[in-house]
C-alpha cells in the first residue's frame, strides 16, 4: 500500500465527529478492577522538564518518608 493510499484509508474512516471524553477508557478500567489504583509510581514524559520534576517528586517522596 502506498503512503497516499493509506492516508486516503485512515482519512476514509475519519467521521470528524471526536469526543474528547474519558467515560470509555473510565469504564473499561472500572470493568478490569481500577488496576491503576494498586500502583505505586509516576509515569513522567514529555520533551522538558523531565528532570526537574523527577528531583521535585524524589525530594516530596523523602520528605514525607517513603523510600
Do not use: W
Amino acid at each position: 500500500m502506498l503512503y497516499s493510499e493509506f492516508l486516503e484509508h485512515i482519512f476514509k474512516r475519519y467521521s470528524g465527529n471526536v469526543k474528547l471524553e474519558l467515560n470509555r477508557m473510565q469504564g473499561l478500567l472500572n470493568d478490569m478492577g481500577n488496576p491503576e489504583r494498586k500502583l505505586n509510581g509516576f509515569h513522567i514524559g514529555g520533551t522538558n522538564g523531565k528532570g526537574s520534576v523527577c528531583a521535585t517528586l524524589e525530594a516530596l517522596c523523602r520528605e514525607s518518608g517513603l523510600n
